[in-house]
């Protein structure tokens, strides 16, 4: 029997803990989580999980995916979910969970110029080939359908709408995953299958030996045959992965959650929207939030991201300014009135990180004994499954799940797309100074004699 430890229970970490323990094969599992029970609560925006915040990652939709593994990667997931609910809904050890909608079928909206725009083709042709319904509206039809949040599209504008999981659209799984009732539904389906979730206790180092992987946390070691590390933000501190090459971008994101309802404007059935007109409001929106009552929109405006090179960085307090742009790229994307959104918006944050280049997920082993998995938080929700399932094989030394997906998430194509820039230095390291003495200006080194 395999011995198997993960390291990190957000959705990577858990979904990983789902295929292997969902294989025919024997293994022993130990799932480490840093964070107490309670941060798998839902209602905190600022939790260090990206997925619990106001991630758009938490929308299932095929229109953006790609093909063939990428689609693969999305089924997965919404194939999850799936089980899960039937657990929720007949299985008394769930009880905690009773009556808890997991999925929540909800639209997809991609705006554009014009029918030529390459991001409309590409969303469009890769709709048809899934088999899963969508529509091409006109501007003015999508003002039509969704009434107030989108006034600002030009009626000659286009869009290709995906339309929401039903039964009448079986290949479509376009909605909203309620992101912490599903991580919640996870932790009880692991301990029903025998996997120990060891929260609240933090890995403090990973090592490779010849005997398989030893993990230490706290005062224990413990040798398995496998570790797989999927510890979000945390993996850019791991010397496992600054070893391996692997490079990553923390960005902060400033969440507004829009009370329409309060403002009078009627929401219901606005689809996730990314993107659109007009230029300078870029940005994702959704509605449907779990967390927050019916009539709010979360808006997570382009120009409020803010790319960081530090965790105190990345999980600092939102700033005025920030709050700033964002409130003006939301008045320009709803055509609302800057106070009155100021009034009716509670502003959170969330993390994202990703590889330097793109976004890009990584599921590789990077060393004898040691897996990877994560990196893409911004998108990483909706194919968690699937790349779990990648992740799983890989720890037990089984073939790859679907032709082509260690090639496709592998170490060596997240190096060719980080080679691309230079690397980022610290900016401690390079910041000017007005020295005197130093033997290189620009820089401060006192141990040569340099004066700051």
Not at 18 to 40: C, H, M, R
Not at 214 to 238: C, H
Not at 245 to 256: F, H, K, S
Not at 333 to 355: G, H, I, M, V, W
Request: glycine letters at 10%; charged letters at 20%; aromatic letters at 6%.
């Amino acid at each position: 029997m395999k011995k198997i430890a993960i390291i990190g229970g957000g959705l990577a970490g858990l979904s990983t803990a789902y295929a292997a323990a969902n294989t025919q094969e024997p293994v022993s599992i130990t799932l480490f989580e840093k964070g107490a029970d309670s941060s798998y609560q839902a209602g905190n925006d600022d939790s260090h999980r990206a997925s619990l915040g106001g991630s758009a990652a938490r929308v299932v939709r095929l229109s953006g995916a790609g093909e063939g593994v990428g689609e693969w990667n999305v089924r997965q997931t919404k194939a999850m979910i799936d089980v899960l609910q039937k657990q929720v809904d007949t299985n008394p050890a769930f009880a905690a969970l009773a009556g808890t909608q997991l999925f929540h079928p909800e639209a997809s909206v991609l705006v554009a110029a014009s029918a030529e725009d390459k991001s409309y083709v590409k969303t469009r042709d890769s709709l048809k080939r899934s088999g899963a319904a969508y529509s091409e509206v006109s501007g003015a039809e999508l003002k039509s359908r969704y009434p107030h949040v989108y006034e600002t599209v030009a009626d000659n504008a286009v869009a290709v709408i995906e339309e929401p999981f039903s039964q009448s659209n079986a290949k479509g799984v376009c909605g909203v995953m309620d992101a912490a009732a599903v991580m919640q539904a996870l932790k009880i389906h692991l301990q029903q299958k025998g996997v120990a979730i060891r929260s609240g206790e933090e890995v403090t180092a990973v090592n490779d030996v010849p005997a398989g992987a030893q993990v230490t946390a706290g005062e224990v070691t413990e040798t398995f045959d496998r570790a797989v590390l999927a510890t979000g933000q945390w993996l850019s501190q791991s010397p496992n992965a600054k070893k391996a090459g692997i490079q990553t971008r923390l960005d902060r994101v400033v969440v507004m959650d829009i009370d329409f309802k309060a403002m009078g404007l009627e929401t219901k059935g606005v689809p996730f929207s990314k993107g659109g007109n007009p230029e300078g409001a870029a940005g994702a929106f959704y509605t449907h939030s779990p967390d927050s009552a019916e009539g709010h929109v979360k808006f997570l405006p382009a120009v409020a991201t803010k790319s960081v090179q530090t965790l105190s960085g990345l999980q600092a307090p939102i700033t005025d300014a920030e709050k700033e742009d964002a409130l003006d790229a939301a008045a320009k994307r709803f055509a609302l009135d800057k106070e009155t959104l100021r009034a009716n918006t509670k502003f959170s944050s969330c993390a994202y990180t990703c590889p330097r280049v793109e976004e890009k997920v990584l599921v590789a082993p990077i060393s004898e004994h040691v897996s990877v998995i994560g990196l893409d938080s911004s998108g990483f929700a909706r194919t968690a499954a699937g790349h779990g399932l990648i992740a799983a094989h890989q720890a037990l030394g089984l073939q790859e799940p679907y032709a082509g997906a260690n090639q496709a998430f592998g170490l060596e194509g997240h190096k060719e797309l980080v080679s691309r820039l230079p690397v980022i230095e610290d900016p401690a390291k390079t910041a000017p100074h007005k020295c005197h003495g130093c033997p290189k200006a620009g820089t401060c080194d006192k141990s040569k004699g340099g004066i700051a």
